[in-house]
Protein backbone atom coordinates (compact mmCIF):
# COMPACT_ATOMS: atom_id res chain seq x y z
CA UNK A 1 0.00 0.00 0.00
CA UNK A 2 1.65 3.28 -1.03
CA UNK A 3 -0.12 5.91 1.15
CA UNK A 4 -3.32 5.44 3.65
CA UNK A 5 -6.06 7.66 1.64
CA UNK A 6 -7.08 10.06 4.54
CA UNK A 7 -10.43 11.66 3.50
CA UNK A 8 -10.55 15.69 3.61
CA UNK A 9 -13.29 17.66 5.25
CA UNK A 10 -16.37 18.80 2.86
CA UNK A 11 -15.07 21.44 0.91
CA UNK A 12 -15.98 24.47 -2.06
CA UNK A 13 -13.07 24.30 -4.54
CA UNK A 14 -13.38 26.87 -6.84
CA UNK A 15 -10.78 26.39 -10.05
CA UNK A 16 -10.71 30.05 -11.78
CA UNK A 17 -9.44 28.71 -15.15
CA UNK A 18 -11.33 25.71 -15.03
CA UNK A 19 -11.26 25.87 -18.80
CA UNK A 20 -7.76 25.94 -19.08
CA UNK A 21 -4.75 23.49 -20.18
CA UNK A 22 -3.70 23.05 -16.81
CA UNK A 23 -6.93 22.39 -15.02
CA UNK A 24 -7.32 20.07 -17.90
CA UNK A 25 -4.22 18.59 -17.76
CA UNK A 26 -3.43 18.38 -14.05
CA UNK A 27 -5.65 19.90 -11.36
CA UNK A 28 -8.88 18.21 -12.89
CA UNK A 29 -7.44 14.50 -13.85
CA UNK A 30 -5.62 14.47 -9.87
CA UNK A 31 -9.19 15.59 -8.50
CA UNK A 32 -10.71 12.85 -9.94
CA UNK A 33 -7.94 10.09 -8.59
CA UNK A 34 -8.57 11.68 -4.99
CA UNK A 35 -12.15 10.85 -5.58
CA UNK A 36 -11.56 7.56 -7.49
CA UNK A 37 -9.30 6.77 -4.54
CA UNK A 38 -12.00 7.52 -1.88
CA UNK A 39 -10.24 10.82 -0.37
CA UNK A 40 -12.86 13.25 -1.21
CA UNK A 41 -16.00 13.41 1.08
CA UNK A 42 -19.49 13.22 -0.15
CA UNK A 43 -19.72 16.88 0.60
CA UNK A 44 -17.07 17.57 -1.77
CA UNK A 45 -18.03 19.82 -4.63
CA UNK A 46 -15.85 21.30 -7.25
CA UNK A 47 -16.98 24.38 -9.66
CA UNK A 48 -15.48 25.35 -12.16
CA UNK A 49 -15.26 29.38 -13.55
CA UNK A 50 -13.76 30.69 -16.75
CA UNK A 51 -15.53 33.74 -18.81
CA UNK A 52 -16.67 30.97 -22.07
CA UNK A 53 -21.01 30.57 -21.72
CA UNK A 54 -20.71 26.72 -20.28
CA UNK A 55 -24.28 25.20 -18.28
CA UNK A 56 -23.11 22.54 -15.66
CA UNK A 57 -23.69 20.05 -18.21
CA UNK A 58 -21.71 20.97 -20.57
CA UNK A 59 -18.62 21.05 -18.05
CA UNK A 60 -19.34 17.91 -17.41
CA UNK A 61 -18.98 16.61 -20.64
CA UNK A 62 -15.46 19.20 -20.84
CA UNK A 63 -14.13 17.68 -17.92
CA UNK A 64 -15.09 14.01 -18.80
CA UNK A 65 -13.09 14.55 -22.60
CA UNK A 66 -10.41 15.60 -20.38
CA UNK A 67 -10.14 12.73 -18.32
CA UNK A 68 -9.99 10.65 -21.34
CA UNK A 69 -7.17 12.75 -22.73
CA UNK A 70 -4.74 12.80 -19.84
CA UNK A 71 -5.66 9.69 -17.96
CA UNK A 72 -4.71 6.36 -19.20
CA UNK A 73 -7.81 4.08 -19.81
CA UNK A 74 -6.45 1.77 -16.59
CA UNK A 75 -7.66 4.58 -14.43
CA UNK A 76 -10.97 5.48 -15.76
CA UNK A 77 -13.47 3.68 -13.89
CA UNK A 78 -16.82 4.48 -15.34
CA UNK A 79 -18.24 4.27 -11.71
CA UNK A 80 -15.80 6.50 -10.38
CA UNK A 81 -16.42 9.12 -13.60
CA UNK A 82 -19.71 9.66 -12.74
CA UNK A 83 -19.22 9.82 -9.62
CA UNK A 84 -16.62 12.68 -9.71
CA UNK A 85 -18.65 14.64 -12.70
CA UNK A 86 -21.21 14.79 -10.36
CA UNK A 87 -19.31 16.82 -7.60
CA UNK A 88 -18.81 19.58 -10.64
CA UNK A 89 -20.51 22.11 -11.71
CA UNK A 90 -19.49 25.47 -13.70
CA UNK A 91 -19.93 29.84 -13.25
CA UNK A 92 -19.37 31.92 -16.08
CA UNK A 93 -17.21 34.64 -14.41
CA UNK A 94 -15.08 37.37 -15.78
CA UNK A 95 -12.09 37.84 -13.25
CA UNK A 96 -11.70 41.55 -13.98
CA UNK A 97 -15.82 42.34 -14.55
CA UNK A 98 -18.98 42.35 -12.78
CA UNK A 99 -20.74 39.56 -14.52
CA UNK A 100 -21.25 36.14 -12.66
CA UNK A 101 -20.14 37.37 -9.38
CA UNK A 102 -23.35 37.28 -7.71
CA UNK A 103 -24.30 33.79 -8.98
CA UNK A 104 -20.97 32.22 -7.45
CA UNK A 105 -21.55 33.91 -3.99
CA UNK A 106 -25.05 32.02 -4.32
CA UNK A 107 -23.27 28.98 -5.16
CA UNK A 108 -20.85 29.07 -2.34
CA UNK A 109 -21.89 26.68 1.36
CA UNK A 110 -21.26 27.86 4.57
CA UNK A 111 -19.66 25.63 7.22
CA UNK A 112 -17.50 23.70 4.46
CA UNK A 113 -13.43 24.45 3.55
CA UNK A 114 -13.73 26.84 0.95
CA UNK A 115 -10.34 26.66 -1.56
CA UNK A 116 -9.52 29.24 -4.63
CA UNK A 117 -7.39 28.14 -7.51
CA UNK A 118 -6.35 30.80 -9.09
CA UNK A 119 -5.09 28.97 -12.45
CA UNK A 120 -5.65 32.33 -14.34
CA UNK A 121 -2.49 34.59 -15.75
CA UNK A 122 -1.07 36.01 -12.87
CA UNK A 123 -2.10 39.54 -14.44
CA UNK A 124 -5.34 38.51 -13.18
CA UNK A 125 -4.94 37.81 -9.44
CA UNK A 126 -5.17 40.88 -8.23
CA UNK A 127 -8.63 41.18 -10.00
CA UNK A 128 -9.88 37.76 -8.39
CA UNK A 129 -8.97 38.57 -5.16
CA UNK A 130 -10.54 42.34 -5.03
CA UNK A 131 -13.96 40.91 -6.02
CA UNK A 132 -13.59 37.51 -4.21
CA UNK A 133 -13.48 40.05 -1.01
CA UNK A 134 -15.68 42.64 -2.47
CA UNK A 135 -18.63 40.62 -3.27
CA UNK A 136 -18.25 38.53 0.12
CA UNK A 137 -17.82 35.24 -1.44
CA UNK A 138 -14.47 34.33 0.48
CA UNK A 139 -15.03 32.87 4.26
CA UNK A 140 -12.61 34.67 6.73
CA UNK A 141 -10.77 31.79 6.53
CA UNK A 142 -10.48 30.58 2.79
CA UNK A 143 -7.58 29.57 0.96
CA UNK A 144 -6.16 30.48 -2.31
CA UNK A 145 -4.11 28.95 -4.33
CA UNK A 146 -2.08 30.79 -7.01
CA UNK A 147 0.25 29.40 -9.51
CA UNK A 148 3.74 30.11 -10.96
CA UNK A 149 4.93 32.23 -12.43
CA UNK A 150 4.74 34.48 -8.82
CA UNK A 151 6.27 37.65 -10.27
CA UNK A 152 8.91 38.19 -13.07
CA UNK A 153 11.32 40.20 -10.80
CA UNK A 154 11.66 41.35 -6.77
CA UNK A 155 9.42 44.18 -7.78
CA UNK A 156 6.96 42.75 -9.48
CA UNK A 157 6.57 39.70 -6.65
CA UNK A 158 6.24 42.92 -3.79
CA UNK A 159 3.52 44.23 -5.63
CA UNK A 160 2.02 40.36 -5.57
CA UNK A 161 2.31 39.93 -2.31
CA UNK A 162 1.09 43.29 -1.41
CA UNK A 163 -2.12 42.94 -3.55
CA UNK A 164 -3.11 39.65 -1.96
CA UNK A 165 -2.38 40.45 1.37
CA UNK A 166 -5.09 43.58 1.32
CA UNK A 167 -7.99 40.87 0.63
CA UNK A 168 -5.95 37.37 2.27
CA UNK A 169 -3.69 36.80 5.53
CA UNK A 170 -0.89 34.82 4.48
CA UNK A 171 -1.59 31.74 6.45
CA UNK A 172 -4.86 31.86 3.71
CA UNK A 173 -2.17 31.76 0.84
CA UNK A 174 -0.78 28.47 -1.26
CA UNK A 175 1.95 29.45 -3.79
CA UNK A 176 2.06 26.44 -6.03
CA UNK A 177 5.24 24.75 -6.52
CA UNK A 178 4.62 21.38 -7.78
CA UNK A 179 8.05 20.14 -7.69
CA UNK A 180 7.72 20.47 -3.99
CA UNK A 181 4.39 17.99 -4.22
CA UNK A 182 6.22 15.14 -5.89
CA UNK A 183 6.48 11.80 -3.78
CA UNK A 184 10.62 11.92 -3.66
CA UNK A 185 10.73 15.71 -2.81
CA UNK A 186 9.35 14.70 0.48
CA UNK A 187 11.04 11.39 0.43
CA UNK A 188 14.57 13.28 0.57
CA UNK A 189 13.33 15.11 3.61
CA UNK A 190 12.33 11.42 5.55
CA UNK A 191 15.34 10.22 4.16
CA UNK A 192 17.21 13.29 5.65
CA UNK A 193 15.69 13.50 8.84
CA UNK A 194 14.69 10.12 9.90
CA UNK A 195 17.95 8.08 9.37
CA UNK A 196 21.01 7.85 11.31
CA UNK A 197 22.82 7.29 8.27
CA UNK A 198 23.47 10.65 6.04
CA UNK A 199 22.85 13.67 8.75
CA UNK A 200 25.75 13.25 10.24
CA UNK A 201 27.50 12.79 7.01
CA UNK A 202 25.36 16.14 5.56
CA UNK A 203 28.18 18.52 5.85
CA UNK A 204 31.11 20.02 3.60
CA UNK A 205 33.47 17.70 5.33
CA UNK A 206 32.11 14.76 3.85
CA UNK A 207 29.95 15.90 0.66
CA UNK A 208 31.76 16.59 -2.45
CA UNK A 209 29.63 18.64 -4.18
CA UNK A 210 25.36 18.35 -5.06
CA UNK A 211 24.09 18.73 -8.59
CA UNK A 212 20.83 19.09 -9.58
CA UNK A 213 19.50 18.87 -12.95
CA UNK A 214 16.21 19.35 -14.57
CA UNK A 215 16.42 18.53 -17.96
CA UNK A 216 13.22 18.49 -20.49
CA UNK A 217 13.40 17.23 -24.13
CA UNK A 218 10.60 19.65 -25.31
CA UNK A 219 11.36 23.14 -26.57
CA UNK A 220 9.43 26.41 -25.55
CA UNK A 221 7.62 26.29 -29.21
CA UNK A 222 4.12 26.38 -27.99
CA UNK A 223 4.90 29.33 -25.31
CA UNK A 224 7.79 30.67 -26.67
CA UNK A 225 6.00 34.00 -26.78
CA UNK A 226 5.59 34.25 -23.09
CA UNK A 227 9.32 32.13 -22.51
CA UNK A 228 11.31 34.57 -24.51
CA UNK A 229 10.52 36.84 -21.62
CA UNK A 230 11.44 34.53 -18.81
CA UNK A 231 14.18 32.58 -19.80
CA UNK A 232 15.40 29.31 -17.84
CA UNK A 233 16.97 31.77 -14.68
CA UNK A 234 13.43 32.66 -14.10
CA UNK A 235 11.37 29.88 -15.22
CA UNK A 236 12.93 27.40 -13.50
CA UNK A 237 15.82 28.55 -11.57
CA UNK A 238 14.50 31.02 -9.54
CA UNK A 239 11.52 28.16 -7.85
CA UNK A 240 11.83 24.63 -8.59
CA UNK A 241 15.69 24.25 -8.96
CA UNK A 242 15.68 27.01 -5.61
CA UNK A 243 13.31 24.89 -3.51
CA UNK A 244 15.04 21.32 -4.41
CA UNK A 245 18.45 23.37 -3.33
CA UNK A 246 16.94 24.12 -0.10
CA UNK A 247 15.66 20.92 0.67
CA UNK A 248 19.30 19.71 0.19
CA UNK A 249 21.10 22.15 1.99
CA UNK A 250 18.76 23.65 5.14
CA UNK A 251 19.40 22.43 8.41
CA UNK A 252 16.74 19.98 10.18
CA UNK A 253 13.63 22.54 11.45
CA UNK A 254 12.67 21.28 14.56
CA UNK A 255 9.02 19.87 13.34
CA UNK A 256 7.66 19.27 10.16
CA UNK A 257 5.45 22.17 10.77
CA UNK A 258 5.01 24.55 7.29
CA UNK A 259 6.26 27.65 9.14
CA UNK A 260 9.56 25.48 10.76
CA UNK A 261 10.27 24.04 7.54
CA UNK A 262 10.53 27.40 5.39
CA UNK A 263 12.22 29.03 8.10
CA UNK A 264 14.69 26.53 7.22
CA UNK A 265 14.75 27.02 3.68
CA UNK A 266 14.47 30.77 3.66
CA UNK A 267 17.65 30.65 5.31
CA UNK A 268 19.47 29.11 2.52
CA UNK A 269 18.22 31.53 0.05
CA UNK A 270 19.26 33.61 2.39
CA UNK A 271 22.91 32.45 2.75
CA UNK A 272 23.26 32.09 -0.78
CA UNK A 273 26.20 33.72 -1.64
CA UNK A 274 26.27 36.25 -5.24
CA UNK A 275 27.44 34.15 -8.33
CA UNK A 276 29.94 35.31 -10.08
CA UNK A 277 29.46 35.31 -13.57
CA UNK A 278 31.86 32.78 -14.70
CA UNK A 279 30.08 30.34 -12.69
CA UNK A 280 27.53 30.73 -15.06
CA UNK A 281 26.81 29.24 -18.66
CA UNK A 282 23.40 30.31 -20.40
CA UNK A 283 22.52 28.47 -23.81
CA UNK A 284 20.34 28.24 -26.27
CA UNK A 285 18.93 25.52 -28.75
CA UNK A 286 19.77 25.54 -32.47
CA UNK A 287 17.62 23.86 -35.19
CA UNK A 288 17.83 20.20 -35.41
CA UNK A 289 16.80 17.82 -37.96
CA UNK A 290 13.30 18.65 -37.84
CA UNK A 291 12.96 20.96 -34.79
CA UNK A 292 13.13 24.63 -35.11
CA UNK A 293 15.56 26.60 -33.27
CA UNK A 294 15.33 28.50 -29.94
CA UNK A 295 14.89 32.23 -31.99
CA UNK A 296 12.33 30.34 -34.25
CA UNK A 297 10.18 29.01 -31.50
CA UNK A 298 10.70 32.47 -29.91
CA UNK A 299 9.26 34.28 -33.23
CA UNK A 300 12.31 36.83 -32.27
CA UNK A 301 15.40 36.01 -34.28
CA UNK A 302 17.66 38.25 -32.12
CA UNK A 303 16.45 36.81 -28.58
CA UNK A 304 19.06 36.95 -25.98
CA UNK A 305 17.00 34.81 -23.33
CA UNK A 306 18.32 31.36 -22.01
CA UNK A 307 17.39 28.17 -22.73
CA UNK A 308 19.48 26.37 -20.61
CA UNK A 309 21.81 27.44 -17.81
CA UNK A 310 24.35 25.77 -15.51
CA UNK A 311 25.77 27.67 -12.38
CA UNK A 312 28.32 27.01 -9.66
CA UNK A 313 25.99 28.38 -6.45
CA UNK A 314 27.54 28.43 -3.11
CA UNK A 315 25.57 28.21 0.04
CA UNK A 316 27.55 30.58 3.13
CA UNK A 317 27.32 28.97 6.12
CA UNK A 318 29.29 26.77 8.04
CA UNK A 319 27.78 23.37 6.69
CA UNK A 320 28.61 24.31 3.29
CA UNK A 321 31.65 25.86 2.87
CA UNK A 322 33.37 24.94 0.52
CA UNK A 323 31.08 22.60 -1.19
CA UNK A 324 29.15 23.56 -4.65
CA UNK A 325 25.76 23.05 -5.58
CA UNK A 326 25.98 22.56 -9.62
CA UNK A 327 22.50 23.59 -10.98
CA UNK A 328 21.82 22.87 -14.86
CA UNK A 329 18.39 23.29 -16.70
CA UNK A 330 17.70 23.14 -20.07
CA UNK A 331 15.02 22.88 -23.11
CA UNK A 332 15.57 20.34 -26.16
CA UNK A 333 18.32 18.54 -24.44
CA UNK A 334 19.19 15.00 -24.51
CA UNK A 335 16.93 13.20 -22.34
CA UNK A 336 13.87 14.10 -19.81
CA UNK A 337 15.41 13.98 -16.59
CA UNK A 338 15.06 15.67 -13.21
CA UNK A 339 17.45 14.55 -10.20
CA UNK A 340 19.55 15.83 -7.71
CA UNK A 341 22.88 13.50 -7.08
CA UNK A 342 24.59 14.26 -3.68
CA UNK A 343 28.39 13.14 -4.28
CA UNK A 344 30.30 12.27 -0.98
CA UNK A 345 33.93 12.66 -0.74
CA UNK A 346 36.47 9.96 -1.62
CA UNK A 347 37.34 7.75 1.35
CA UNK A 348 41.03 9.89 3.24
CA UNK A 349 42.69 7.10 2.70
CA UNK A 350 42.61 3.97 0.25
CA UNK A 351 44.05 0.76 1.75
CA UNK A 352 43.70 -0.81 -2.23
CA UNK A 353 45.67 -0.37 -5.20
CA UNK A 354 45.47 2.87 -7.27
CA UNK A 355 44.10 1.13 -10.55
CA UNK A 356 41.09 -1.45 -8.12
CA UNK A 357 38.46 1.12 -9.19
CA UNK A 358 37.84 2.74 -6.03
CA UNK A 359 35.42 6.21 -6.12
CA UNK A 360 32.88 7.88 -4.08
CA UNK A 361 29.25 6.94 -2.90
CA UNK A 362 26.80 8.53 -4.46
CA UNK A 363 22.98 9.69 -3.41
CA UNK A 364 21.08 9.98 -6.12
CA UNK A 365 17.52 11.30 -5.88
CA UNK A 366 15.36 10.96 -9.05
CA UNK A 367 12.08 12.98 -9.66
CA UNK A 368 11.50 11.89 -13.14
CA UNK A 369 11.36 9.13 -14.58
CA UNK A 370 11.67 6.74 -12.44
CA UNK A 371 10.80 8.58 -8.93
CA UNK A 372 13.25 6.99 -6.52
CA UNK A 373 16.59 7.03 -4.79
CA UNK A 374 19.59 5.06 -5.23
CA UNK A 375 22.99 5.41 -3.22
CA UNK A 376 26.07 4.03 -4.72
CA UNK A 377 28.22 1.89 -2.20
CA UNK A 378 31.61 0.46 -3.60
CA UNK A 379 32.22 -3.48 -2.95
CA UNK A 380 34.18 -5.70 -4.51
CA UNK A 381 33.40 -7.21 -7.64
CA UNK A 382 32.61 -10.71 -7.56
CA UNK A 383 35.01 -14.10 -8.59
CA UNK A 384 38.83 -14.39 -8.59
CA UNK A 385 41.28 -12.18 -9.42
CA UNK A 386 42.46 -10.49 -6.43
CA UNK A 387 40.58 -6.79 -5.22
CA UNK A 388 38.15 -5.16 -8.12
CA UNK A 389 36.21 -2.64 -6.77
CA UNK A 390 33.27 -1.80 -8.37
CA UNK A 391 30.07 0.34 -7.48
CA UNK A 392 26.44 -0.81 -7.49
CA UNK A 393 23.05 0.92 -6.60
CA UNK A 394 21.45 -0.01 -3.78
CA UNK A 395 18.10 0.54 -5.59
CA UNK A 396 14.91 2.43 -3.95
CA UNK A 397 13.36 2.99 -7.11
CA UNK A 398 9.24 2.68 -6.22
CA UNK A 399 8.37 1.10 -9.32
CA UNK A 400 10.63 -2.02 -8.16
CA UNK A 401 9.94 -1.78 -4.29
CA UNK A 402 6.07 -0.77 -4.57
CA UNK A 403 5.15 -2.82 -7.85
CA UNK A 404 1.92 -2.06 -9.55
CA UNK A 405 1.23 0.77 -7.00
CA UNK A 406 4.01 2.89 -7.80
CA UNK A 407 1.94 3.73 -10.70
CA UNK A 408 -0.72 4.86 -8.47
CA UNK A 409 1.85 7.47 -6.14
CA UNK A 410 -0.26 10.49 -6.39
CA UNK A 411 0.93 13.33 -8.85
CA UNK A 412 2.65 16.10 -7.48
CA UNK A 413 -0.85 18.57 -7.66
CA UNK A 414 -3.49 15.83 -6.46
CA UNK A 415 -1.57 16.13 -3.25
CA UNK A 416 -1.20 19.47 -3.10
CA UNK A 417 -4.32 20.29 -3.57
CA UNK A 418 -5.63 18.01 -0.92
CA UNK A 419 -3.28 19.53 1.31
CA UNK A 420 -4.60 23.03 0.83
CA UNK A 421 -8.13 21.56 1.66
CA UNK A 422 -6.37 19.94 5.07
CA UNK A 423 -4.79 23.21 5.91
CA UNK A 424 -1.31 22.44 5.33
CA UNK A 425 0.87 24.95 3.64
CA UNK A 426 4.40 23.01 4.38
CA UNK A 427 4.72 21.86 0.69
CA UNK A 428 4.19 25.86 -0.52
CA UNK A 429 6.22 28.71 -0.93
CA UNK A 430 5.95 31.77 1.31
CA UNK A 431 6.07 35.08 0.32
CA UNK A 432 9.06 35.85 2.02
CA UNK A 433 11.03 32.79 0.27
CA UNK A 434 9.54 33.86 -3.09
CA UNK A 435 11.48 37.31 -2.63
CA UNK A 436 14.31 35.80 -1.15
CA UNK A 437 14.77 33.99 -4.04
CA UNK A 438 13.99 36.96 -6.56
CA UNK A 439 16.18 39.14 -4.56
CA UNK A 440 19.45 36.42 -5.04
CA UNK A 441 18.06 36.18 -8.86
CA UNK A 442 17.25 39.72 -9.85
CA UNK A 443 21.22 41.34 -9.98
CA UNK A 444 22.52 38.14 -11.89
CA UNK A 445 19.66 38.68 -14.66
CA UNK A 446 20.74 42.47 -14.60
CA UNK A 447 24.32 42.10 -15.12
CA UNK A 448 23.98 39.73 -17.95
CA UNK A 449 20.91 41.87 -19.68
CA UNK A 450 23.31 45.18 -19.03
CA UNK A 451 25.59 43.84 -20.60
CA UNK A 452 23.68 41.72 -23.59
CA UNK A 453 25.68 39.00 -23.08
CA UNK A 454 24.59 36.27 -25.97
CA UNK A 455 23.56 32.58 -24.44
CA UNK A 456 25.91 29.95 -26.14
CA UNK A 457 24.42 27.56 -29.31
CA UNK A 458 24.04 24.41 -28.01
CA UNK A 459 22.43 21.34 -30.42
CA UNK A 460 19.08 20.20 -29.77
CA UNK A 461 19.20 16.70 -28.33
CA UNK A 462 22.74 17.32 -26.43
CA UNK A 463 23.73 17.82 -23.32
CA UNK A 464 23.93 21.60 -23.38
CA UNK A 465 26.65 24.26 -24.23
CA UNK A 466 30.32 22.94 -24.27
CA UNK A 467 31.24 25.75 -21.68
CA UNK A 468 28.73 24.03 -19.06
CA UNK A 469 31.73 20.58 -19.34
CA UNK A 470 33.96 23.24 -19.02
CA UNK A 471 32.46 24.34 -15.84
CA UNK A 472 32.35 21.32 -13.97
CA UNK A 473 36.09 20.02 -15.64
CA UNK A 474 37.83 23.13 -14.02
CA UNK A 475 36.67 21.88 -10.54
CA UNK A 476 37.57 18.71 -11.86
CA UNK A 477 34.49 17.54 -11.71
CA UNK A 478 31.69 16.00 -14.19
CA UNK A 479 28.15 16.17 -14.75
CA UNK A 480 25.99 12.66 -14.70
CA UNK A 481 25.05 11.31 -17.71
CA UNK A 482 21.89 12.58 -18.87
CA UNK A 483 19.28 9.09 -19.40
CA UNK A 484 15.95 8.75 -19.29
N1 LIG B 1 -0.36 24.92 -18.34
C1 LIG B 1 0.63 24.55 -17.57
O1 LIG B 1 1.22 23.48 -17.70
C2 LIG B 1 1.09 25.45 -16.44
C3 LIG B 1 2.20 25.06 -15.69
C4 LIG B 1 2.60 25.86 -14.62
C5 LIG B 1 1.90 27.00 -14.34
N2 LIG B 1 0.84 27.38 -15.10
C6 LIG B 1 0.11 28.60 -14.74
O2 LIG B 1 -1.26 28.27 -14.55
C7 LIG B 1 -2.08 29.36 -14.94
C8 LIG B 1 -3.07 28.88 -16.00
O3 LIG B 1 -2.34 28.40 -17.10
P1 LIG B 1 -3.04 27.65 -18.32
O4 LIG B 1 -1.93 27.09 -19.11
O5 LIG B 1 -4.12 26.78 -17.85
O6 LIG B 1 -3.66 28.88 -19.14
P2 LIG B 1 -4.75 28.82 -20.31
O7 LIG B 1 -4.77 27.50 -20.97
O8 LIG B 1 -4.54 30.04 -21.14
O9 LIG B 1 -6.14 28.97 -19.54
C9 LIG B 1 -6.53 30.17 -18.93
C10 LIG B 1 -7.86 29.95 -18.26
O10 LIG B 1 -8.25 31.20 -17.65
C11 LIG B 1 -9.56 31.58 -18.13
N3 LIG B 1 -9.59 33.04 -18.18
C12 LIG B 1 -8.86 33.86 -18.98
N4 LIG B 1 -9.18 35.14 -18.75
C13 LIG B 1 -10.13 35.13 -17.79
C14 LIG B 1 -10.88 36.15 -17.14
N5 LIG B 1 -10.70 37.43 -17.41
N6 LIG B 1 -11.77 35.79 -16.20
C15 LIG B 1 -11.97 34.48 -15.88
N7 LIG B 1 -11.30 33.47 -16.48
C16 LIG B 1 -10.40 33.80 -17.42
C17 LIG B 1 -9.66 30.91 -19.50
O11 LIG B 1 -10.97 30.70 -19.92
P3 LIG B 1 -11.80 31.85 -20.72
O12 LIG B 1 -10.90 32.36 -21.78
O13 LIG B 1 -13.03 31.15 -21.20
O14 LIG B 1 -12.11 32.89 -19.70
C18 LIG B 1 -8.99 29.57 -19.20
O15 LIG B 1 -9.87 28.72 -18.50
C19 LIG B 1 -1.11 30.44 -15.40
O16 LIG B 1 -0.81 31.27 -14.31
C20 LIG B 1 0.12 29.67 -15.80
O17 LIG B 1 1.29 30.45 -15.71
C21 LIG B 1 0.41 26.61 -16.15
Avoid at 31 to 59: C, H, S, V
Avoid at 154 to 174: C, G, K, P, S, V
Avoid at 216 to 221: A, M, R
Avoid at 325 to 354: C, D, N, Q, W
Wanted: negative net charge; contains cysteine; glycine residues 8%.
Amino acid sequence: MVSRVIPVDPFDLVIFGGTGDLARRKILPGLYRRFRDGQMPDGARIIGAARGEMDDKGYHDFVAAALTEFLPQRALDPTAVEGFLGLLGYITVDATGKDGWAQLAKRMRKGVVQAFYFSVAPSLFGALAERLHKHKIAAPEARIVVEKPFGNDLATARALNATLAEHFDETQIYRIDHYLGKETVQNLMAVRFSNMLFEPLWKNQYIDHVQITVAETVGVGGRGAYYDTSGAMRDMVQNHLMQLLCLIAMEPPSKFEPDAVRDEKLKVIRALQPVDLDDIVRGQYRAGADTPSYTEDAENPDSLTESFIAMKVHVANWRWNGTPFYLRTGKRMKARMSEIVVRFKEPPHSIFEEDTGQSANELRIRLQPNEGMDLTVTIKEPGPGGMRLVDVPLDMTFADALGEDAADVPDAYERLIMDVIRGNQTLFMRGDEVEAAWAWTDPIIATWTAREDKPEAYDAGSTGPEEALILMHRDSRRWRELTS
